[in-house]
């Protein structure tokens, strides 16, 4: 079985694995282990993953690839960073961001300044 079948077949829902056979040696070890934590993404979102690092970090290249926006690129970048424990989900903005941001009316002056002043 490979992960995708276990994907569908536990529908999202949280799983434990119980027991592992090192394929080369036939050792098994049991107790209570839990996937990692790419496993226990959405089948969709691995691929998506997948798709990701194989273009490099390319957000372009990932627009071509899924025929979609750069804001829906970022936006499901970080649907999916939410999920990862060892990812900043996160950072401290940088300075363009915000500007960009207040620019387009997203923050008030007084959210951009207070941004800013934590990226320092």
């Known amino acids: ?10 529908r999202g829902q949280p799983f434990v694995v119980e027991r ?6 036939g050792v098994a070890v049991e107790g209570r282990f839990e996937p990692p934590q790419l496993a226990q993404l959405s089948v969709d979102d691995q691929i998506f993953v997948a798709a990701f690092v194989r273009s490099h970090g390319s957000i372009k290249e990932m627009e071509r690839t899924f025929g979609v926006s750069y804001p829906t690129i ?7 960073a939410e999920h990862l424990d060892f990812v900043d989900t996160d950072p401290a903005p940088i300075g363009t961001d915000v500007v960009d941001r207040l620019q387009r009316g997203e923050i008030s002056v007084q959210e951009a300044l207070a941004e800013l002043e934590r990226s320092r």
């Open 1 to 10: 079985m490979d992960w995708q079948e276990l994907t569908d077949l536990t």
């Open 20 to 25: 592992v056979r090192l394929a080369g040696s």
């Open 74 to 80: 970022k936006s499901r970048l970080n649907r999916i």
